[in-house]
């Protein structure tokens, strides 16, 4: 078993494409070899198995805000794992899920207050889709079934979270199995009006009144819940207009609608407060996490809902099971410890205040970048930026990938999804970092913009 670490081995497999790598054009990357391949991670760098180090411009995939191999989260992990690797999530539990529970409650904003446990973004979704379906049934309004997404979001790749989600690449092979019932609000960015706006656009609360449309289309009665990303993350950084989620928030309230904010990716800091909701001062009914809960080192995921909804759920019939869902990894001790240590790293060192001390480098740093004559928009909110690039006719998808080439021969791992490249640099980053880091985007950009 052991030749098969070897690292020719590894070229071997990767060229075959043993290895079906998710959301990846496989057979571009397999025939690239050791450049595509990363061999160690440390802080806020990446090498890569042909020597090259990287700087990690998106914390992984938005998961590790305190950057890689950070010795108390190994040495929580290694603890753990001796004293209780795993147990049994059903009808019992230990000690690092329920206080974990309890401290991730006591972060989130007032009225959230229970916590149910999943292992990734995606199971966080489907089990608040499927959370706000049984709080109206339980409550003899099981007409309440249809899910409202929004048009660029992303909520994972399980069946909820896919039909809620508005990606249309993520869509179009599965039109057929769609959750029934789902709609879209339209995305809440219109560039006409708000390019390279700094922070939150001042214009496009307007847009939340879809919502009016949906509710006037389909009868309240029939709505269950609205679910939204309080910044949309992965289609590149789309920041809510004032006073846009306020509006959502009195149009739900006002029709019986449940809201829920997935902050997989704004959680635990990102935005320089615990969540997302604090920073626009908006509560939802409840709020999917992920990602930067754990620094990244084992899954979790999970949601948080308001005592109502608990309590909704637990005045059913007594010692039935009241929610029949739930995953064998569901608190897994690992995951839960880990957490815990990463909670106070992030309390001691206050990364909250560090992010919002940051967010007027990155700010400054990436518009900086205006005038480049690729560049149609530039746009930033807590500890993260996106530069959109004007569209290429036929040739966006060869750009990203000599985009993410360039960046890899500068020295800074790009994530590049169509036409936009989007930032959310470790928490752990000194401002000459993220300097040095635009400086490098600047490199890219120029020499694409001398191939394109
Ligand atoms: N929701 C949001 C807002 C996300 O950004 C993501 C992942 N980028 C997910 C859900 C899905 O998370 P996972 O990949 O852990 O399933």
């Not at 869509?171 to 009006?193: I, N, S």
């Not at 990102?270 to 084992?298: H, L, W, Y």
């Not at 750009?399 to 993410?404: D, E, G, K, N, P």
């Not at 980053?429 to 394109?452: A, G, H, W, Y």
Request: hydrophobic content about 40%.
């Amino acid at each position: 078993m052991n030749e098969l670490k070897n690292e020719s081995l590894c070229a071997l497999a990767m060229s075959e494409g043993r290895n079906w790598m998710p959301f990846t054009a496989n057979r571009l990357v397999n025939g690239r070899g050791d450049h595509r391949v990363v061999a160690l991670a440390k802080g806020p760098y990446y090498t890569m198995a042909d020597g090259r180090t990287v700087f990690d411009s998106l914390s992984g995939l938005w998961c590790t805000p305190l950057g890689h191999g950070h010795p108390r989260i190994v040495e929580a992990l290694r603890q753990q794992a001796e004293t209780l690797d795993f147990a049994p999530g059903f009808q019992m539990t230990h000690a690092p899920a329920v206080t974990l529970a309890a401290r991730i409650a006591r972060m989130a904003p007032d009225g959230l207050e229970h916590v149910f446990f999943a292992n990734s973004g995606s199971e966080a979704v489907d089990t608040a889709l499927k959370i706000a379906i049984g709080f109206h049934k339980l409550r003899g309004d099981g007409g309440r079934f249809r899910l409202i997404g929004r048009e660029r979001g992303y909520h994972g790749v399980g069946f909820g979270g896919m039909s809620v989600g508005g990606i249309v690449s993520n869509r179009k092979m599965f039109a057929t199995v769609m959750m029934p019932g789902v709609d879209h609000l339209r995305h809440p960015y219109d560039h006409a009006h708000v390019a390279f706006s700094k922070g939150q656009p001042e214009w496009g609360a307007c847009l939340a009144d879809d919502l009016e449309r949906l509710v006037a289309l389909h009868d309240a009665s029939t709505i269950a819940a609205v679910i939204v990303e309080p910044v949309q993350g992965s289609t590149g950084v789309l920041v809510p207009p004032i006073g846009y989620l306020q509006k959502l928030r009195e149009i739900c309230t006002k029709h019986g609608i449940l809201l829920i904010f997935d902050e997989v990716i704004t959680g635990f800091g990102r935005m320089g407060e615990n969540f997302a909701s604090q920073r626009f001062g908006v509560t939802p009914d409840m709020i999917t996490f992920a990602k930067a809960v754990t620094n990244g080192i084992v899954p979790m995921g999970g949601v948080i809902v308001t005592s109502e909804i608990y309590k909704t759920f637990m005045s059913g019939p007594e010692s039935a099971i009241e929610f029949a869902h739930g995953y064998t990894y569901s608190g897994h001790p690992l995951a839960a410890a880990v957490a815990h240590t990463v909670l106070d790293i992030m309390e001691e060192e206050d990364t909250n205040a560090r992010v919002r001390a940051l967010e007027p480098v990155l700010e400054e740093e990436v518009h900086s970048l205006r005038g480049l004559s690729s560049v149609k928009d530039l746009r930033n909110i807590g500890f993260t930026a996106a530069i959109e690039l004007s569209p290429l006719p036929e040739k966006s998808a060869l750009r990203s990938v000599q985009l993410f080439e360039y960046g890899l021969q500068e020295g800074v791992l790009l994530r590049v999804t169509g036409d936009t490249i989007s930032f959310g640099p470790p928490f752990i980053s000194t401002p000459d970092q993220i300097r040095e880091m635009i400086q490098k985007v600047r490199n890219v950009l120029l020499r694409c913009e001398e191939d394109f």
